[in-house]
């Protein structure tokens, strides 16, 4: 058979039957012993927003042992939308 030929495991052979935690109603929720702690923290963008650069672009200081969980990050923007011409 050439390896080509292989097709890809898509299971793995030592993976166990699981359900998604939201389909969980009646089970207690573990509890995640490896988080010390949550907290907020809020970033700016490093520079206004411009249409020719419509990227907002974040620089996000941590130390090396803080993760960031991605599921959670929320982004409050605030904006006007204006005519063409710049009215209302």
């Known amino acids: 058979m050439a ?4 097709e890809p495991e898509i299971i793995h052979s030592e993976s166990t039957e699981g359900i998604p935690n939201y389909m969980q109603y009646f089970e207690r ?3 995640n012993v490896a988080v010390e702690k949550n ?3 809020m970033f700016n963008p490093l520079e206004t927003f411009n249409i020719t650069d419509s990227n907002l672009k974040f620089r ?3 130390l090396p042992d803080t993760v960031l969980d991605l599921k959670s990050v ?3 923007l605030q ?4 005519k063409e011409d710049g009215t209302k």
């Open 79 to 82: 904006f006007r939308v204006l």
């Open 3 to 6: 390896d080509s030929d292989i």
């Open 29 to 31: 929720p573990r509890t």
């Open 74 to 76: 929320r982004l409050y």
């Open 39 to 41: 907290y907020l923290q």
């Open 60 to 62: 996000i200081n941590g």
